[in-house]
């Protein structure tokens, strides 16, 4: 089993009770384990005009392949309604993989780690959370140095 962090969001139908939902199915998929998951963030949106998203982090144990495991997401993402209309646009769900264990992927359909994770705090405070001190990625970057370069901004940390 390797350890991936997947971060989580929705800024459309109740997004809150959308990443509980999406937690209850992570937590369901064969030969894993959801091992935690952070607090609840509000963001502000990558795109103007959009509603403020909910974000999160988990974490899961798993011994998916990579690619079954982005299968599982967007599956999960279908499932609670999920429509790709737009590049940045509102969604009921996104799953992106983070980090999976320590490897560097670089497929047509999947970049681990996540491209961007470096500039949203959305992403690297929660991970934080969840994630070892020391915590160094496939890539040779350091947590630590990623969260010192990217201020706690236009994020808030939900009770």
């Given at each position: 089993?390797?350890?991936i ?13 959308q ?8 937590a ?32 899961l ?31 009921t769900?996104d ?10 992927i670089d ?45 706690f ?7």
């Amino acid at each position: 089993m390797e350890r991936i962090y997947i971060g989580m969001g929705s800024n459309l139908a109740a997004p809150a009770e959308q990443l509980r939902n999406a937690l209850d199915a992570l937590a369901q998929l064969p030969n894993s384990r959801l091992a935690g998951v952070s607090a609840f963030y509000q963001s502000d949106s990558l795109s103007p005009g959009q509603p403020r998203y909910t974000n999160a982090v988990a974490a899961l144990d798993s011994s998916l392949a990579p690619l079954a495991l982005l299968d599982a997401l967007q599956a999960i993402e279908h499932a609670q309604g999920r429509e790709r209309l737009e590049r940045w646009g509102p969604r009921t769900l996104d799953l992106d993989i983070l980090l999976f264990g320590n490897r560097l992927i670089d497929e047509p359909r999947l970049k681990v780690p996540h491209y961007h994770m470096q500039a949203r705090p959305f992403v690297l405070y929660p991970l934080a959370e969840l994630a070892p001190s020391d915590l160094q990625l496939a890539d040779g970057r350091h947590l630590r140095d990623l969260l010192d370069a990217c201020p706690f901004v236009g994020l808030e940390r939900l009770a």
